[in-house]
């Protein structure tokens, strides 16, 4: 009974921080296609799992079903998307930068900090599928946008590339434009991968195998891309229009975060270490 209460006692501290940022707006959802699937932020899961355990009762368990996405929905932080075959989904994030997530993919915003200076750290996690990126140039020096997958991690100041996840974990990523510092889940070393260039990590490696992008599949990865380079940011700086198109949105998702974003207390404290934000697959 001294646990429960102790987990009672957590989970009253908890659930007010838990309510607020629940509303915090990380993402909206511009376009998609297909079935793709939605579910709320789960946090506290493996916690009640483990109250409900102890109390010897069902009620406190948390749904986590899926529901359909609908444009212009507003995804928070640790909130799921699912693709199914055939369909794909379009994000568009606070600094104007995009997110194309393709099919059969399982994918998650999975913190969202506004910074000092009004930038935003972002990280984000692909369980499986492929994911193109079009990050703006971080100017701020907090700033940061990271993409992990189960078994590497992608920090990006401002570049185009995709993130291939197989069903094992093992991971390619692929850059179009600019750099991404990719590392090995669980290693310190980094590696640069530059534009045209792809490195590939498998399951269980401790290598990066880095090689340029084979022709067909340059080719490729340029039309998908297309849904996430408008032509203003192909065109050069000069021919670039003073209105931003994407504008609008970006006030849409700022609009009404009056308050810095906190800082969540990390769940891994309190439960076993998982290889995932919150398990999208219960």
Request: with cysteine.
């Amino acid at each position: 009974m001294k646990i429960s209460f102790l987990l009672l006692l957590f989970i009253s501290f908890l659930i007010p921080g838990h309510a607020y940022s629940a509303s915090v707006r990380a993402a909206k959802v511009v376009q998609f296609t297909g079935d793709v699937k939605w579910r709320k932020k789960v946090v506290l899961d493996k916690l009640m799992d483990r109250l409900s355990e102890e109390m010897g009762v069902d009620s406190l368990k948390i749904d986590t079903s899926y529901e359909n996405v609908r444009i212009n929905l507003f995804l928070s932080a640790e909130d799921w998307l699912k693709t199914g075959e055939e369909s794909e989904v379009l994000l568009l994030l606070k600094d104007g930068s995009k997110l194309r997530i393709s099919e059969n993919s399982l994918f998650s915003v999975t913190s969202c900090i506004e910074n000092s200076d009004a930038s935003h750290s972002m990280v984000s996690y692909i369980r499986t599928g492929s994911v193109i990126c079009n990050i703006k140039k971080i100017i701020s020096k907090k700033g940061s946008f990271k993409l992990c997958t189960p078994t590497a991690t992608c920090s990006i100041r401002g570049t185009v590339f995709e993130t291939v996840v197989k069903s094992d974990g093992s991971s390619t990523i692929k850059v179009l434009e600019g750099v991404v510092d990719v590392s090995l889940v669980g290693h310190d070393f980094v590696i640069q991968v530059h534009e045209n260039t792809q490195a590939k990590i498998e399951k269980g490696s401790k290598t990066i195998a880095t090689s340029d992008i084979p022709l067909e599949e340059k080719k490729k990865l340029n039309k998908d891309a297309e849904k996430v380079i408008t032509k203003e940011e192909r065109a050069t700086e000069k021919d670039v229009p003073k209105e931003d198109i994407t504008e609008d949105i970006i006030d849409e998702i700022t609009q009404g975060d009056t308050k810095p974003i906190k800082d969540e207390i990390p769940i891994e404290e309190i439960i076993e270490l998982n290889p995932s934000p919150s398990s999208p697959d219960k």
